[in-house]
């Protein structure tokens, strides 16, 4: 039997390794880890990195979530909204457009008839502005939910907004499909010139809850 | 950095496994069809190009000192950057078949490609299987590498770039020119054009500018990423912990691909292998600010295998060999395989500022490409391969290694390519370095003054520091003088010192005289 592409790129891949030395390698791992800031100083620097990648970004409390992302909605002109299926409902309490709740029978192509989309995030890095969606959360839904639609509010409890990279990522869940944002789809293909919004959601509206 | 050093024990035991071959000769983008000095002759007569790559590496670089000098542990986290990789290449075989278990138990279906011409076969026929005679791509240099977009087109399957880069780059029927900003070429006007002409239906009020021209991609592409029903993709990183795979981009045509198809083909290089999800922290650091100069960059997607109700159902991972397992087997290349093609030697390299992407010949250009691309595909293949002239398109300043992530010493690697070249094809290599730079840098003495400066220790000492294998070009040089090797300064340094203005000057009144003759040389 001759030997399958598997067999072959492996044994190659080990003959190549016998042809000189392997010397032992212990990675150094002596940059930044397991950083805290104090409250106000990481909504501080998460902001400032927002707003530096273009999000716009609103603040709240548990007690006026709904009422910012009403306004954040308005704002926009928005009328018909999706949201995932296991969105806090009170969020909504003070919205009068339309609602659709998301589900997978739903083709994907359909959620481009939604002006903009509502979810949660699962956690966020203040240093690089970026916020982690967790595909596989009810709260946050399925990939093509926050894609296609031109608008997406997400919202973010100061809570979950980790100081750094590492400590980000020391929060996900490998095996789930997971989505990092910074700030809305953008180009610089065309003479170096930043566009916002190519294929993404042209509009990113941040809403950071300070007390949860 | 614990690479392995010191001369490869090639040829002298009995029993010593084969070299794994290279590239096949004659397929996919990893050889031009003109020698560098040549290419980069009728480049230089482009002023567009020289213009529009002049300001994009200048404002790139200054980006990317900007956010590299905020981290405090840059150099940290380059070291551990460097240590992952070389750890990487090390346990390469039990990583690879970590992935392939981790992405096989989630649902995916994982496919190996000894070379370029299996792995377009192993596409076409994954594509043939879900009926579309249409795919949507992700920019993705492994697919460009092996020229996947012309074979499918032979098979009558319509490969369409999504990037709008690479989109504008295929509409014109053109070859990408930086691995970043593959248009970086073209001006606004002349992109009007191209989707004037090719794009259907495009109104003909068409404003030529950045925002305008980004809407009419956006409305082209978006009705195909609505009925696309397979997508084809690279990875930048492949977790063999986790079998998650990983791809980063800015403007979510990955993230349509990635998740509205039915089915997903993703083509990854063997190397692109990490070991831990943990390493994500340092490489997610890394990447984005070495290579667009952001923090991070607008969007990154992880998937592990099929998620029953979220994107593609089917998933399949091809892993490529092509010649990777040719670089491996030698200390040059096992090194050259480190790179996470973030770009960021390019756009400080003064030869490729002038040149730009083209007069390379292969998908991989700058230094890095210069080094890896005759890693990957040989410089022996046909007589005046072209790709035995990339490792005489650099200055060897330094200024590569320095900006490099993950610490490969390119212009060492350069020197030790010379090396090899000037020893099968009998040339010397100072020679051949003069053809390339009298035709890039205009003044060649000055360039020849800098290459003695920078580059002459590494060349003379070789990677060792030692004086034990003399290459021939320099055999006279080193008898007749009892000088120690010059210390591995950086040319920048150097040029800084008064030692260093006084010999440019000298150089300079050297070169005035002898210009006319080495240009000529470099018809
Ligand atoms: S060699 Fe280094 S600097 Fe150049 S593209 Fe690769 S990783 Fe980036």
Known sequence: MTATARETVLRRVQDALTRSDRPEVTVPRAYRTGRALPDGERLALFVDRLVDYKAQVRTCTAGTTATVITEALRAHGARRIGVPPGLDPAWLAGWDGEVRTDSPDIPAPRLDVLDGVVTASAVSCAETGTIFLDGAAADQGRRALTLVPDLHVCVVDLSSVRTGVPEAVAQLRPERPTTLISGPSATSDIELERVEGVHGPRTLEVVIRTDV | ?523
Not at chain 2, 48 to 77: C, F, M, Y
Not at chain 2, 111 to 136: K, P, Q, Y
Not at chain 2, 140 to 154: C, K
């Open chain 2, 1 to 523: 950095m614990s690479t392995a050093t010191g001369p490869s024990a090639r040829g002298t035991f009995l029993g010593m496994p084969a070299v794994p071959p290279r590239s096949p000769y004659g397929t996919g983008h990893l050889r031009g069809e003109r020698t560098f000095p040549r290419a980069a002759h009728d480049e230089l007569g482009n002023e567009q190009l020289r213009r529009n790559l002049g300001k994009a590496t200048h404002s790139i670089r200054a980006k990317r000192l900007d956010v590299t000098g905020e981290l405090p542990d840059w150099e940290a986290l380059r070291d551990a950057g460097s240590a992952i990789k070389t750890d990487t290449m090390n346990r390469l075989p039990e990583l690879l078949e970590e992935l392939e278990r981790k992405v096989t138990e989630h649902g995916g279906t994982v496919h190996w490609a000894r070379d370029g011409i299996e792995a377009n076969e192993i596409v076409t026929r994954l594509v043939r299987r879900t009926g579309s005679d249409e795919v949507l791509k992700v920019k993705s240099m492994a697919t460009q590498e092996i020229g996947l977009n012309e074979h499918l087109e032979s098979q009558g399957i319509t490969a369409l770039e999504t990037d709008l880069a690479e989109l504008i780059v295929q509409l014109a029927d053109d070859r990408p020119s930086h691995i970043l900003v593959p248009a970086i070429h073209r001006n606004r006007d002349e992109i009007r054009e191209i989707f004037l002409r090719q794009i259907p239906g495009v109104d003909p009020a068409l404003a030529a500018t950045p925002a305008e021209l980004a809407a009419a991609a956006r409305a082209y592409l978006r009705e195909k990423f609505m009925t696309a029903k397979v997508a084809v993709s690279g990875a930048n990183f492949g977790i063999a912990e986790t079998g998650t795979l990983s791809v980063v981009e800015s403007e979510g045509n990955g993230r349509m691909c990635l998740t509205l198809p039915e089915t997903l083909i993703t083509v990854m290089g063997i190397e692109k292998v990490l070991p831990r999800f943990q390493d994500l922290e340092v490489f997610l650091q890394l990447l984005p600010r070495s290579s667009t100069g952001e923090r991070m960059n607008p969007y990154t997607s992880l998937w592990t295998g099929v998620t029953p109700g979220d994107g593609p159902q089917d998933f399949h991972l091809v892993l490529l060999d092509n010649g990777r397992t040719a670089a491996l087997a030698d200390t040059i290349g096992r090194e050259a395989l480190n790179c996470i093609r973030c770009s960021a030697c390019l756009n400080v390299c003064p030869v490729y500022e002038r040149t730009g992407g083209h007069a390379y010949g292969s998908t991989y250009p700058g230094p890095i490409g210069a080094v890896l691309t005759p890693q990957l595909a040989g410089m022996h293949a046909a007589k005046d391969d072209p790709n035995s002239s990339l490792p005489y398109a650099s200055s060897l300043c330094g200024a590569c290694f320095d900006a490099c992530p993950v610490k490969i010493d390119i212009p060492s690697l350069l020197v030790e390519l010379r090396h090899q070249h000037t020893e099968q094809s009998g040339t010397t290599a100072e020679k051949l370095a003069m053809k390339a730079a009298a035709t890039v840098m205009k003044q060649p003495k000055l360039f020849t003054a800098a290459q003695r400066a920078a580059g002459l220790g590494r060349v003379v000492a070789g990677r060792s520091g030692t004086f034990s294998h003399l290459p021939p070009p320099f055999r006279g040089w080193s008898d007749s003088r009892d000088t120690p090797a010059p210390p591995k300064q950086s040319f920048r340094s150097w040029f800084a010192s008064a030692d260093g203005a006084a010999a440019m000057r000298a150089a300079a009144q050297d070169g005035a005289r002898h210009t006319d003759d080495d240009s000529q040389e470099a018809q």
